[in-house]
């Protein structure tokens, strides 16, 4: 399962093996995983989320510089952006979790979204077990940090940002998602009319 993973092109079969693979670990503790196949999908998984991140918010100051875009398929299409991002960043954590099975990267990431103690618990947590790049991935990906910031934290997963709103949609239609480019084709409709 694990080896296949890098592979998958399609997300919902990539969090059934996860999910799968999470099991497997619970039940059978002392399994070993494939060390440098688990680096390899957390790094694929933080470039799906920083590209999702960031193809918002190109859409977003897309339709703030011209709001002839902000129509149907604009809104559509950015919040489909945002649950892909927070797709992959919940993904990212299971894989944490897999990768340091002695921590509970499920508690971490639940209270990401508690209150600000809570927050602030898991921030520390995340500082204290992962190291550089990786822990500032994560940072830039669950955290308020600036554009530039997690700009340059991107850069270390090979992640090129888009600039321009067109090609964003050129690129959007040809996504590895079904969804994706079925609304960004929609969407490029809407503008050509």
Not at 18 to 39: G, H, M, W
Not at 79 to 91: D, F, P, W
Not at 113 to 138: F, H
């Amino acid at each position: 399962l694990l080896a296949w993973l890098p592979n998958e092109r399609d997300g919902a079969v990539r969090f059934q093996i996860i999910r799968s693979l999470e099991r497997l670990v619970r039940r059978t503790p002392d399994l070993l995983l494939d060390a440098k196949v688990l680096q390899q999908t957390i790094d694929q998984t933080v470039q799906r989320a920083f590209a999702s991140l960031d193809s918002r918010l190109v859409l977003t100051r897309g339709a703030e510089g011209e709001p002839g875009r902000k129509t149907t398929g604009h809104d559509l299409l950015r919040t489909t952006l945002e649950h892909k991002e927070k797709n992959a960043v919940s993904r990212l954590f299971r894989l944490l979790g897999l990768a340091f099975p002695t921590e509970d990267f499920a508690q971490i990431h639940r209270q990401l979204r508690g209150t600000k103690d809570q927050r602030a618990t898991s921030l520390e947590l995340i500082d204290g077990i992962l190291v550089n790049p990786l822990r500032s991935a994560v940072r830039g990906l669950v955290d308020e940090i600036s554009e530039d910031e997690w700009t340059l934290v991107a850069r270390h997963y090979q992640f090129t940002r888009k600039k321009d709103y067109d090609d964003l949609l050129e690129s959007l239609k040809d996504n590895e998602s079904e969804v994706v480019r079925e609304v960004a084709r929609f969407h490029l409709q809407e503008l050509a009319a």
